[in-house]
């Protein structure tokens, strides 16, 4: 009875001291599978050049933007449920935009480059609209926004309204179309 209890007592610390040899190398490997895999929603890299302004037609179900590359004029043609949503007048009007940051205490929001924005504000006619950048989930109950949203082929906007989520996307249509 005794040599039994010995010998599970050698197997036990056999699997004891093999556990960790077979524990470090997965983690090694875990860690390198996760090695170089950049997350979508990080920060541009420092130092990188800011990208070009957007320029062309983006369209929506609901309107129209157009914008001519300098970084500060527009044209847009919103629908009556567009400008309801972002407190604009419909139909086609000239302004100015730019792309915000999202409220940062203590300073609230600032201009950034678009593909770091939060917000988008649009002015026209001095009236001017502070728009979340974003996605809304498929029913509504949820939105989310984030860095790299804006890109140069689309604008989502994102719209909170009586506790419902909803995004109008905007892409950039092609030359030729």
Excluded: W
């Excluded at 770091?116 to 728009?131: C, D, N």
Aim: glycine share 10%; with cysteine.
């Amino acid at each position: 009875m005794t040599e039994n209890k010995y010998a599970k007592c050698k197997l036990f610390q056999k699997l004891r001291s093999a556990v960790p040899a077979l524990l470090i190398p997965a983690g090694l490997l875990l860690c390198l599978a996760c090695y170089g895999q950049r997350h979508e929603n990080f920060p541009p890299t420092p130092d990188t050049p800011v990208p070009a302004a957007h320029t062309g037609l983006f369209v929506s179900e609901h309107g129209t933007m157009l914008f001519n590359g300098d970084g500060k004029s527009i044209t847009v043609n919103f629908d009556e449920k567009l400008a309801e949503l972002s407190n604009l007048p419909s139909g086609f009007k000239t302004g100015t935009y730019e792309f915000l940051s999202g409220d940062l205490p203590p300073h609230g929001s600032f201009p950034i480059r678009y593909d770091a924005a939060h917000e988008m504000q649009i002015t026209i006619e001095g009236s001017s609209s502070v728009i979340d950048m974003g996605f809304a989930s498929e029913v509504g109950s949820t939105g989310q926004v984030g860095l790299n949203t804006v890109t140069p082929e689309r604008i989502p906007m994102l719209f909170h309204k009586e506790k419902h989520f909803s995004t109008i996307l905007f892409k950039k249509q092609d030359s030729g179309s």
